[in-house]
C-alpha cells in the first residue's frame, strides 16, 4: 500500500514541476528594489507580459502502476490484539489478521531474543483471514521477565511483515 502512495505522490511531483515549467517565464523581471530598505519611494516595474509555448513539449513517460490487485492484495494487515503474561517465562498473544488472505508467522523475539512460539489451534504458525489466533512465546532457560519491565514483543510473517506490541509485566499471584 505503501508503494501505491509513494508512486502516486512521485507522478504527482512530476506533473506539478511539468506545469510550471510551462507556465513560469524563463527569466523574470530583475527588480534590485523590491527589497530597498531606504524610506524613498522606488519605481515600480514594468509590467511583462506572459508567453506561453503553443508546441507540445518533449517528455520522457512517466512510469505506471497499471494493475495495482497485487500490491494490494499482498499487503499483509495483522496485528497484535493482545498480550497476557501467564507466568515470568511465558506470554499469550492474540494474533489479529485483518487481511484478505492467510499469513504465517515465522519467528518470534522478546527484547531481541529468539522464542518459541505455540499455538495449540493452528498448524504452522497460520493464521486465516478475518481470525484471531492465540500464540504462547516461551522464553528460553536463562532469561524470565521482571516485574514492572516494558518488553518489546516481535512477530514476523513469512513475506516479512514485522508485527510490534509493547507490554508491561505485572505478575498475576
Do not use: H
Request: proline share 7%; net charge negative.
Amino acid at each position: 500500500m505503501n508503494k501505491v502512495y509513494l508512486a502516486l505522490s512521485i507522478i504527482i511531483i512530476a506533473l506539478n514541476i511539468a506545469i510550471l515549467a510551462l507556465l513560469v517565464p524563463q527569466s523574470w523581471p530583475q527588480n534590485n528594489n523590491a527589497f530597498n530598505s531606504s524610506p524613498t519611494p522606488t519605481s515600480s516595474p514594468k509590467p511583462t507580459s506572459l508567453s506561453i509555448p503553443t508546441s507540445t513539449p518533449t517528455s520522457t513517460p512517466m512510469p505506471t502502476c497499471s494493475d495495482t490487485s497485487d500490491i494490494l492484495e499482498s499487503a499483509e494487515q495483522v496485528s497484535i490484539a493482545n498480550a497476557v503474561f501467564t507466568n515470568n517465562r511465558q506470554v499469550t498473544v492474540t494474533v489479529r489478521n485483518t487481511g484478505t488472505a492467510t499469513i504465517t508467522l515465522n519467528s518470534a523475539t522478546i527484547d531481541g531474543q529468539s522464542v518459541k512460539l505455540d499455538s495449540a489451534g493452528t498448524p504452522d504458525g497460520d493464521v486465516a483471514k478475518g481470525t484471531s489466533v492465540e500464540f504462547t512465546l516461551t522464553l528460553g532457560e536463562t532469561f524470565t521477565f521482571v516485574q514492572g519491565a516494558q518488553y518489546e514483543i516481535r512477530l514476523v510473517t513469512a513475506k516479512g511483515t514485522t508485527i510490534i506490541y509493547a507490554a508491561t509485566y505485572y505478575p498475576t499471584s
